[in-house]
């Protein structure tokens, strides 16, 4: 009696840690499955408030001599530039922006006070990086044609400057001593896709204006070339910047004269990049599945060797293989059913939790949003695990069938 009570004990312990196993690997494949869709929506959804297809080009020292211009040279982009591109490139391009970065300068309302970067910019700007209008309007035509002074606050300058709760739209500051009506409020919607060119802590202003009050004639630091979306930028960035090179006479082959970014290689690299994580999800979500299953395997062949006896007495009595067949793959489907669906909620649950924690402190700016487990991978997932299960439990029915009634009778 004690050995079959020691024999139960065995069998069932190994059964809970098997079961462990196969609940533990159904709810990681849940949750890194949802985590990567999390990263999707949070990492490359923000993406699509960035467009995607242009260039960024700033002017730096030049490398080589080219017609009659010596190496070491600096130059700059001018307003005519910004025009030049837009009828040379006229059926292909979607937008120009021109941009100028100006240092810290003192900005005043009232009893509030502070120290921000002034930016001018073009109405264009609002499409070429990341930003949403939150109060008011942005930048527009008429304003850059009379040198309006006007201007955009971006978030951060709004939250130190006024109340909360307060649209500061048609309010009055001081840029340098100098009156500006406050147009509207900017927000940055892409913190990690344009870290360098965050508009929250910044004021912008129009180009002209920023020109003109700042003495910077018709220069430009940088400007942002945009095409249509049948032009990929990945194709036409050489053209562009070629016919930039030819304008200021610079060598074709003097690439050090240009600091370029191209946007939409980068979110190809970051496609890639996400792509990778996909995979290593799911290798680590099957893999940990699988260890589940062998461990289902193992523990019914120690099963079926502890229990030839048994089976014996079964065979002896007129038991047809189908029976033995169906009663271990009984076993295996109940083991795995149990504790996969068990794994499979407890998942979903963390999940649940995890998405319930993001939204109460959701920001612009987080890299993981909305996690989810997909429907059809959960229940595809699921059902893997279940013929999976099935699986595994072929090895112990062989060795079960191998078993002769007269052997397992004679066995101690």
Known sequence: MRDILQNIMRQKTRSLLTGFGVFWGMFMMVVL???????????????????????????????????GMKRDRIWHLRNSDIDAVRRQFADKISYVSGINFEDYSNVAIGKRSGSYIIQGVTPEYLVSIPQRVIYGRYINTIDIQRKRKVCVIGEDVYKQLFDSNTDPCGQTITIRDIPYTIAGVAKCTNRQFAEDLNVSPVIQMPLTTCQSIFGRNNDIDLITVGMKDMYPMTE??????????????????????????????????????????????????????????????????????????EIGIYR??????????????????????????????????????????????????????????????????FI?????????????????MKIKAIDALRQE
């Open 236 to 309: 036409w960035d050489k053209p562009v910047i070629s016919f930039i090179k030819e304008r200021h006479k610079i060598h074709p082959a003097d690439d050090e004269a240009l600091k370029v970014y191209n946007t939409a290689q980068y979110q190809e690299e970051v496609a890639m990049a996400t792509m990778g994580l996909t995979i290593l999800c799911w290798l680590v979500g099957i893999g940990t599945l699988l260890a589940g299953l062998i461990g289902i395997s193992n523990v019914m062949q120690v099963s079926v060797k502890e229990r030839t006896k």
């Open 33 to 67: 499955l949802s985590v990567n869709k999390g990263v999707e929506q949070g990492f490359v959804g923000r993406s699509v408030s960035m467009s995607g297809n242009n260039i960024e080009i700033e002017p730096q020292p030049t490398t080589m001599n080219y017609k």
């Open 316 to 381: 002896a009595l007129g038991a047809s293989p189908r029976v033995i067949i169906r009663q271990i793959l009984t076993e295996c489907l109940v083991l795995a059913l149990t504790t996969g669906f068990l794994g499979m909620i407890a998942g979903l649950s963390a999940v649940s939790a995890l998405r319930s924690s993001l939204a109460a402190g959701a920001t612009d700016d987080d890299m993981l949003t909305n996690p989810y487990a997909p429907f059809l991978i959960t229940i595809i997932s």
């Open 384 to 400: 893997i695990l279940v013929g999976g299960a099935v699986a595994a439990g072929w090895r112990p029915v062989k060795q079960a």
